[in-house]
Structure formats: structure tokens, C-alpha cells
């Protein structure tokens, strides 16, 4: 009985830990709070809003309850404590007050209590016309512009108004026209592949006073995607140094290269990357190689322009073998709309886009 209640404990910790913390071994599962609990959180793509309002819920009773739960498991199937009264609300107490802070958030059913909805009531014209500003924020999260970061609980979305961290037990949100964001600091990690990963952290506050200041954090590779969806500049007052990854010294030398190709004539006005959703689209993939060399795979590409040379650049690096980035530009990739094959001198700048 003794070695099954060890096994039983290391067990329940693993679990617990893996609740509050989800590897994505968990995740693929189905053993989260947002997979077991769907039914009550809903759905993040249709009602963004609602659905961390009830995700933080559940998540606050949940952790709280796993101490309890393994109490009473403990006594009633392997009798390693003795049932006390004491020891019963001491274990209740806490989910008792976390169910009482959930009932208050929820009281009336509006959820008007809940500190998220606190905060998008000081965006708007009235407190409260806040679901107003809610339904208009998970418009925002549903278009596929947003610029997502993460998952479960660290995640960061920013939308075309707003700036998102997602919390454990809360939701932080700014309104992107009052931020201000600062870089603080940079993390320097070595990943499974013993290659460098570095991570910056900006603080983003805000001057509404409902707010509160908060850290997002994420590598540097993503930074330049943030920048592009954050209207307002990010400071760097502190003079942090970022290392460039090998993508970002790929994409550099990549538009280098591209720009002594042959450019190309456009016969009609260029229209948005639909990678990014905001570049104009600035490169055509034309078969021009075997000017300068016989290469068979590369192929003619009939598709018109649609891609900004950044997505492209982005899109070839990851058709290459990762762990030799000394021949990416020396490869071919697959054109990412018709898969013809193309490389790098098949990818002409469009005359209007360079000048």
C-alpha cells in the first residue's frame, strides 16, 4: 500500500504540474483546462473576450482544488491521512473563496465584475457599453491579420487596437492609440539543437489608469513581425543589443541578392502581400537562372505578384535543410502559391516597388 501511495503522489504531481503548466505533450492530449473544460470557456476564434473571462475562472478554482482533491484521494483510497475537520477546511477553504471570487465576478450574469471587463468599460463611452468594446475586440482577434504569439497562458495578441497577455489567472489588455512600449532587457538561450535563441522583453504601458503596465516577452525573430503590427514606436532608451538570428542574416542577405536580379515590369498596381496582409507585393518569381546556368528543377512561375520580398525570404528559408545554413542560398523552394520550383535569381523586384 506504501509503494502505491508514492507512486499514486508522483503521479498527481506530474499531473498537477502539467495542468498548471501544459507541456505540449499535454496539449496534443487534450489534457488543458481549455480542452477539458471547452463545454463552459466556449470558443476562443468566435467570442475572444468570453472566453478568457471563463478560462481564468476555471483555471483559479482548478489549481486550487488540486490540494484538496488529493487530500481526500489520500484518505479515502489509500488511508495515508486521518479526516479531520480542521484539516477539511483548511484544504475547502481556499477553493471555497476562489468559487465566492468567481461568483462575484459572474454576479448577475453579465460578468461585469470580472477585472477584464473592468478595463474594457474605461475604453468606453459609458462603463456600461463594455460588451460593446468586447464584441469588437473578438472581431479584431477573428480576421487573420493579428499578430499571435504563444499559446495557452503567456500568450501575446495584438490586433489592429488592441495589445493582449494572457495570463493565468487574468487578462492584460491596452489599447494600442495609449501605449507606449520600451524594451527592458534580453535573454540569451541555447535551444535542442544548441543553437542561439534570443528572447527580448518590452513593457508596454499605457495611459489610461485602468490599466495596468505589463511584460511581454518573445524572441527576436517575432520582434520584427510586432513591429510591424504595433502602431506605436518601441523605445529602446536602455540601448539593448539585439543579436541577429540566422534567419534575420538570411533575410538581409536574401534582399541583397535579389535586388541585382533582372527586374520586372508590372502591368498592374501591386495589391497587399497575402502572407502579411500589409506589404505590397513586390517580387515576381520569374525563370531567369538558366541565363547563367543550366538548373532543370527550377520551373517557369505563371503566378502573378502576390508575395513581398520578406515573406518570400522567410519562405525559402524554411524550404532549406535547416542544419547547413550555408547553402540556403544556394537552394530551391517550391513557389508557395503554385509549388513551381524557383531560386534565389528567379525572384525579380518590381520596378515601382524599388525606386
Same mark, same amino acid.
Given at each position: 500500500?506504501?509503494?502505491?501511495?508514492?507512486?499514486?503522489? %508522483?503521479?498527481?504531481? %506530474?499531473?498537477?504540474?502539467?495542468?498548471?503548466?501544459?507541456?505540449p505533450?499535454?496539449?496534443?492530449?487534450?489534457?488543458?483546462?481549455?480542452?477539458?473544460?471547452?463545454?463552459?470557456?466556449?470558443?476562443?476564434?468566435?467570442?475572444? &473576450?468570453?472566453?478568457?473571462?471563463?478560462?481564468?475562472?476555471?483555471?483559479?478554482?482548478?489549481?486550487?482544488?488540486?490540494?484538496?482533491?488529493?487530500?481526500?484521494?489520500?484518505?479515502?483510497?489509500?488511508?495515508?491521512?486521518?479526516?479531520?475537520?480542521?484539516?477539511?477546511?483548511?484544504?475547502?477553504? =481556499?477553493?471555497?473563496?476562489?468559487?465566492?471570487?468567481?461568483?462575484? #465576478?459572474?454576479y448577475?450574469?453579465?460578468?461585469?465584475?470580472?477585472?477584464?471587463? $473592468?478595463?474594457?468599460?474605461?475604453?468606453? =463611452?459609458?462603463?456600461?457599453?463594455?460588451?460593446? @468594446?468586447?464584441n469588437?475586440?473578438?472581431?479584431?482577434?477573428?480576421?487573420?491579420?493579428?499578430?499571435?504569439?504563444? +499559446?495557452?497562458?503567456?500568450?501575446?495578441?495584438?490586433? *489592429?487596437?488592441?495589445? &493582449?497577455? !494572457?495570463?493565468?489567472?487574468?487578462?492584460?489588455?491596452?489599447?494600442?492609440?495609449?501605449?507606449?512600449?520600451?524594451?527592458?532587457?534580453?535573454?540569451?538561450?541555447?535551444?535542442?539543437?544548441?543553437?542561439?535563441?534570443?528572447? @527580448?522583453?518590452?513593457?508596454?504601458?499605457?495611459?489610461?489608469?485602468?490599466?495596468s503596465?505589463?511584460?511581454?516577452r518573445?524572441?527576436?525573430?517575432?520582434?520584427?513581425?510586432?513591429?510591424?503590427k504595433?502602431?506605436?514606436?518601441?523605445?529602446?532608451?536602455?540601448n &539593448?543589443?539585439?543579436?541577429? +538570428?540566422?534567419?534575420?542574416?538570411?533575410?538581409l542577405?536574401?534582399?541583397?541578392q535579389?535586388?541585382?536580379? *533582372?527586374?520586372?515590369?508590372?502591368?498592374? =498596381?501591386a495589391?497587399?502581400?497575402?502572407? /502579411?496582409?500589409?506589404?505590397?507585393?513586390?517580387? $515576381?518569381?520569374?525563370?531567369?537562372?538558366?541565363? *547563367?546556368?543550366?538548373d532543370?528543377d527550377?520551373?517557369?512561375?505563371? !503566378?502573378?505578384?502576390?508575395w513581398?520580398?520578406? !515573406?518570400?525570404?522567410? #519562405?525559402?528559408?524554411?524550404?532549406?535543410?535547416q542544419?547547413? =545554413?550555408?547553402? #540556403?542560398? +544556394?537552394?530551391?523552394?517550391? /513557389?508557395?502559391?503554385?509549388?513551381?520550383?524557383f531560386c534565389?535569381r528567379?525572384? !525579380?523586384?518590381?520596378?515601382?516597388?524599388?525606386l
Amino acid at each position: 500500500m506504501a509503494d502505491s501511495f508514492i507512486l499514486f503522489t %508522483l503521479g498527481y504531481i %506530474l499531473l498537477s504540474l502539467g495542468l498548471v503548466f501544459p507541456p505540449p505533450e499535454f496539449a496534443g492530449f487534450g489534457l488543458t483546462l481549455s480542452s477539458i473544460f471547452r463545454r463552459i470557456v466556449g470558443d476562443e476564434d468566435v467570442h475572444f &473576450v468570453k472566453y478568457h473571462m471563463m478560462l481564468t475562472a476555471v483555471t483559479l478554482v482548478s489549481h486550487l482544488a488540486l490540494l484538496p482533491i488529493y487530500y481526500f484521494i489520500s484518505w479515502y483510497m489509500f488511508n495515508a491521512v486521518q479526516l479531520t475537520l480542521v484539516r477539511a477546511v483548511c484544504s475547502l477553504a =481556499p477553493v471555497t473563496v476562489s468559487l465566492l471570487v468567481v461568483l462575484y #465576478w459572474w454576479y448577475g450574469g453579465s460578468w461585469e465584475k470580472h477585472p477584464l471587463s $473592468k478595463v474594457l468599460a474605461a475604453h468606453a =463611452p459609458r462603463a456600461r457599453e463594455w460588451p460593446n @468594446v468586447a464584441n469588437a475586440l473578438s472581431t479584431e482577434f477573428r480576421r487573420v491579420d493579428k499578430f499571435v504569439h504563444g +499559446s495557452g497562458w503567456g500568450k501575446i495578441v495584438v490586433t *489592429e487596437n488592441w495589445v &493582449v497577455k !494572457c495570463g493565468l489567472y487574468w487578462t492584460d489588455i491596452a489599447y494600442q492609440p495609449d501605449i507606449h512600449l520600451s524594451i527592458q532587457s534580453t535573454e540569451q538561450y541555447k535551444d535542442t539543437a544548441q543553437h542561439d535563441t534570443q528572447y @527580448v522583453r518590452i513593457l508596454v504601458s499605457s495611459i489610461n489608469p485602468a490599466c495596468s503596465d505589463f511584460i511581454i516577452r518573445l524572441n527576436t525573430f517575432d520582434y520584427g513581425d510586432l513591429k510591424d503590427k504595433i502602431t506605436a514606436p518601441i523605445l529602446n532608451v536602455r540601448n &539593448v543589443v539585439f543579436q541577429q +538570428s540566422i534567419s534575420e542574416r538570411f533575410e538581409l542577405a536574401f534582399r541583397e541578392q535579389v535586388l541585382m536580379n *533582372e527586374r520586372w515590369m508590372p502591368t498592374q =498596381p501591386a495589391q497587399e502581400c497575402i502572407g /502579411c496582409l500589409y506589404a505590397p507585393s513586390d517580387v $515576381k518569381l520569374q525563370k531567369l537562372c538558366e541565363r *547563367e546556368r543550366a538548373d532543370p528543377d527550377c520551373v517557369s512561375c505563371l !503566378c502573378r505578384p502576390m508575395w513581398c520580398m520578406r !515573406c518570400v525570404a522567410k #519562405w525559402f528559408a524554411s524550404r532549406q535543410e535547416q542544419n547547413r =545554413p550555408e547553402n #540556403w542560398l +544556394s537552394g530551391t523552394a517550391p /513557389c508557395p502559391t503554385c509549388r513551381s520550383v524557383f531560386c534565389i535569381r528567379d525572384v !525579380c523586384p518590381i520596378v515601382d516597388s524599388v525606386l
